[in-house]
């Protein structure tokens, strides 16, 4: 099972300011890794697929970068609606993982 | 509009049985491989079953092997979870989705005496 891990686990940063989570995986993934957000009460929804392709609706300030075993989620400048929690996600190879988090948070 | 919708969910008892539901519009259904994914409280997302659009390949995450059983019928666009011989540890909430990425609101379950 390859793992993922994320960090910092907690990112408290201010609407305005400059985001960057995290994302290291066990062992190569490729390109195959997806970034997700999730708020309290709603289900996860896709920012990125493919490593750093945005996916449909998402705003121009979040990219991604990275391929192997490294990889980054950029928000360019912080909007209120982003405070969330951001997970990676792998499906290189079954089974597809999920990293446990970084919840960014309004400073 | 791609729409998800789980039912099912509820509260048993462990070594008791659930059938989890999910009813998907808004995609050709049949074309995509779907999934059933959980979050388990105080945790992260585990991904726990997937299935390819005809039905013919169904892969488990190691820790629900011969207990669960993922199923599809295209001719009604509905995708469920057979899950058996339930454990505390499968308290979570369970979304289905799709291969495009597209996720349910989920639907808890909680395994309790």
């Known amino acids: 099972e390859i793992v993922l891990t994320q960090s910092p686990a907690t990112l408290s940063l201010s609407p305005g300011e400059r985001a960057t989570l995290s994302c290291r995986a066990g062992?190569?993934?490729?390109?195959?890794l997806a970034w997700y957000q999730q708020k309290p009460g709603q289900a996860p929804r896709l920012v990125i697929f493919?490593?750093?392709n945005r996916a449909t609706g998402i705003p121009a300030r979040f990219s991604g970068s990275g391929s192997g075993t490294d990889f980054t989620l950029t928000i360019s400048s912080l909007e209120p609606e982003d405070f969330a929690i951001y997970y990676c996600?792998?499906?290189?190879?079954?089974?597809?993982?999920f990293g446990q988090g970084t919840k960014l948070e309004i400073k | 509009e791609v729409q998800l919708m789980e039912s099912g969910g509820g509260l048993v008892q462990p070594g008791g049985s659930l059938r989890l539901s999910c009813a998907v519009s808004?995609?050709?259904?049949?074309?995509?491989?779907m999934s059933w994914r959980r979050r388990v409280p105080g945790k992260g997302l585990e991904w726990v079953a997937n299935?390819?659009?005809?039905?013919?390949?169904?892969y488990y995450v190691d820790s629900v092997k011969g207990r669960f059983t993922i199923s599809r019928d295209n001719g009604k666009n509905s995708l469920h979870l057979q899950m058996n011989t339930l454990r505390a540890e499968d308290t979570a909430v369970y979304y289905c989705?799709?291969?495009?990425?597209?996720w349910g609101q989920g639907t808890m379950v909680t395994v309790s005496s």
């Open positions: 808004g995609i050709i259904f049949s074309n995509y491989w």
């Open positions: 299935i390819n659009p005809d039905g013919s390949e169904k």
């Open positions: 493919d490593a750093s």
């Open positions: 989705a799709t291969s495009g990425g597209v």
């Open positions: 996600h792998q499906y290189s190879s079954w089974p597809y993982t």
């Open positions: 062992q190569s993934v490729s390109s195959f």
